[in-house]
């Protein structure tokens, strides 16, 4: 019994498995990035601040790399615009018609260069999606659009700092 699980100790550990989320494939020379406030050509005005404080707010707790106010300092740039957003009712309270529940979909294009302008990362097309509920009481309707863009830019800033570092 006791050589069995030391066996097994032992081909669990040459197994080859590891922490998800350890690896990071930008340049060795990269310390800075810049994170200037993203475009947005949608009706949300407030989304991309969202968007710009969350991903320094990501980059500066989960890695290493110093974010700066200004591009010409840093040793690379991410930059971004909000090109899409979209919100539309998902469910409807079967009794008053009235929507019970939404859905916030965006679309974000992204774009990491570094200082001697090559390319590091650039994804055209970054979609996200959150959900969020409407009170079907008008007397106790409160707007949750502000809180849902605000956990939706999390949540975005969470996946673009996984997908930079695994170069997904």
């Known amino acids: 019994m006791k050589h069995a699980l030391i066996l097994t100790v032992l081909a669990l550990a040459g197994c080859g498995y590891h ?27 407030k989304l991309a601040g969202y968007m710009s404080e969350a991903l320094t707010r990501e980059l500066v707790s989960r890695t290493q790399y110093t974010v700066i106010a ?25 009794i ?10 965006v679309q974000i294009q992204l774009r990491l260069v570094g200082r001697d302008g090559k390319v590091l990362y650039t ?9 969020f509920e409407i009170s079907v009481i008008p007397g106790q309707y409160i707007d ?18 996984t997908s930079i570092l695994e170069n997904f």
């Open 96 to 105: 008053s018609g009235r929507g019970a529940g939404g859905q916030v979909t």
């Open 70 to 94: 200004d591009p010409k300092q840093a040793d690379a740039t991410l930059t971004g615009s909000v090109v899409n957003y979209f919100a539309s009712q998902t469910v409807s309270d079967p």
């Open 19 to 45: 922490v998800g989320g350890q690896t990071n494939l930008l340049p060795k020379e990269v310390h800075t990035i810049a994170i200037p406030q993203f475009g947005n050509v949608t009706v949300q005005y």
């Open 123 to 131: 994804r055209p097309n970054f979609s996200f999606q959150d959900r």
């Open 144 to 161: 949750e659009s502000q809180a849902t863009l605000q956990r939706l830019s999390r949540d975005v800033a969470r996946s673009i700092v």
